[in-house]
């Protein structure tokens, strides 16, 4: 390869972080052994997923790169589970952030207004991408501080075979769900399986935001921008329906607390007891790899007095270090990346849409019943990157408040106080 030599190494290795749970976490590595003929600059990509497909995805991506660069080595690492954002926080703290890293739309706010993500905005990829992307990442003075790999869906998983068992019917809109949802608790089934990390807070969104969505959603965002307490207020539907479902035994509340997302909740499910699960589509492929023996599909919540309402949202943004001692390769790396070939290739990996303007589909029929509303613009951006406010952050604390037993009409007055701190 060019005078290199690539070698997929992946190490996992349990780590217990430093004021994070006691969970372990797994830390993948991608290496590459290089030729001892000639000098190397190296280049670090920290990341957040590390399935097998992303992975194998990823190292296509990079390996490309590399066979285009063969002076450059780009060593890839990957941390599962919620501890890479504190990870994150911490590097970004001592500033030994690496070349490339993966953000979220809480990190984005934190990290740009302190001069630590540069400026991609002179990247030629950028016009690739569907309109609706680029109002998440260009700024009004033109700047752009991440680039979405993959737009993911958030949904509601079916198990198809126990709804038939017990002669219910696919719920379709918020009347059907609560009587399918109320059947099987009074059956002794707690019907949904939410995580601990996204679940309530997509659903929130889904209830609360689906109006705002159908219209001018760039000048209702400036005005909650403005005034933050109107954002509460607007979520306060959403917060209702958490209360609701938690009043009605829907969810266990002491389960949820403790379930992880993507591996306790995928678990449940595919033990194939329990009717829904709330988690993202790209779960799909982790679930078909468990061989669950029912039929099932990803659906959009079924939470409107008329019909559903997809969450989807840009995801698995990248963003640069500003201090990189390398920055001219590291934006040769993200033009790599960011190619359409390479996006596709990692989109169909993570059973997500492309955020290109390319009409290509996962290949993943299980996501199939969400695509209607993907495609007809019924759909809820959970993390709006226009927004600036820390609303994932502060939707996961109420969230968490609420499992413990906080009323509704507290959680909206806390909403407020974390949103405007």
């Given at each position: 390869m060019n005078g290199c030599k690539r070698v997929l190494s992946i190490i996992l290795i349990s780590v217990i972080l430093t004021g994070c749970s006691?969970?372990?976490?797994?830390?993948?590595?991608?290496?590459?052994?290089?030729?001892?003929?000639?000098?190397?600059?190296?280049?670090?990509?920290?990341?957040?997923?590390?399935?097998?497909?992303?992975?194998?995805?990823?190292?296509?991506?990079?390996?490309?790169?590399?066979?285009?660069?063969?002076?450059?080595?780009?060593?890839?690492?990957?941390?599962?589970?919620?501890?890479?954002?504190?990870?994150?926080?911490?590097?970004?703290?001592?500033?030994?952030?690496?070349?490339?890293?993966?953000?979220?739309?809480?990190?984005?706010?934190?990290?740009?207004?302190?001069?630590?993500?540069?400026?991609?905005?002179?990247?030629?990829?950028?016009?690739?991408?569907?309109?609706?992307?680029?109002?998440?990442?260009?700024?009004?003075?033109?700047?752009v501080y991440f680039l979405p790999i993959c737009i993911s869906l958030y949904g509601l998983y079916i198990n198809y075979s126990l709804l038939e068992a017990h002669g219910q019917k696919v719920p379709e809109n918020w009347s059907d769900f609560m009587e399918v949802c109320d059947y099987f608790a009074a059956k002794g089934i707690t019907p949904v399986i939410a995580n601990n990390y996204a679940s309530l807070r997509k659903l929130i969104a889904a209830k609360s935001l689906y109006s705002v969505y159908q219209q001018d959603t760039a000048a209702a965002i400036k005005e909650f921008n403005r005034e933050p307490?109107?954002?509460?207020?607007?979520?306060?539907?959403?917060?209702?329906?958490?209360?609701?479902?938690?009043?009605?035994?829907w969810i266990d509340c002491a389960e949820v607390l403790e379930t992880e997302q993507t591996s306790d909740d995928l678990q449940l499910f595919v033990d194939g007891n329990r009717p829904f699960m709330v988690t993202g589509g790209w779960a799909a492929i982790r679930v078909k790899n468990m061989e669950p023996d029912f039929s099932y599909g990803v659906h959009p919540f079924p939470i409107l007095d008329k019909g559903s309402v997809l969450v989807v949202e840009g995801n698995t943004c990248i963003s640069v270090n500003a201090g990189s001692e390398h920055l001219e390769e590291v934006m040769r790396l993200i033009e790599c990346i960011t190619q359409p070939d390479s996006i596709w290739e990692y989109c169909d990996s993570q059973s997500s849409y492309t955020p290109l303007q390319d009409d290509r589909m996962p290949a993943d029929r299980t996501i199939l019943p969400a695509a209607e509303c993907f495609e007809c613009g019924r759909i809820v951006i959970g993390s709006d990157f226009r927004l600036d406010l820390p609303l994932d952050a502060s939707l996961s604390e109420i969230t968490r408040q609420m499992l413990k037993g906080m009323p509704a009409d507290k959680a909206v007055a806390r909403l407020n106080q974390l949103l405007t701190q």
């Open positions: 006691q969970r372990s976490s797994e830390i993948m590595l991608i290496e590459s052994e290089p030729s001892m003929k000639q000098e190397h600059m190296f280049l670090s990509v920290y990341g957040y997923k590390a399935d097998v497909r992303n992975l194998i995805a990823i190292e296509k991506i990079l390996n490309q790169f590399m066979e285009q660069n063969p002076d450059i080595i780009v060593t890839y690492e990957g941390v599962k589970g919620i501890d890479y954002w504190k990870a994150l926080e911490r590097r970004a703290e001592a500033n030994v952030l690496d070349d490339v890293f993966m953000v979220d739309h809480d990190r984005v706010i934190n990290m740009a207004d302190k001069g630590k993500l540069a400026d991609l905005s002179s990247l030629s990829t950028i016009e690739n991408y569907q309109d609706r992307m680029k109002e998440q990442f260009i700024r009004e003075d033109g700047s307490a109107k954002l509460a207020n607007t979520l306060w539907p959403g917060i209702e329906m958490v209360e609701e479902m938690i009043d009605r035994k």
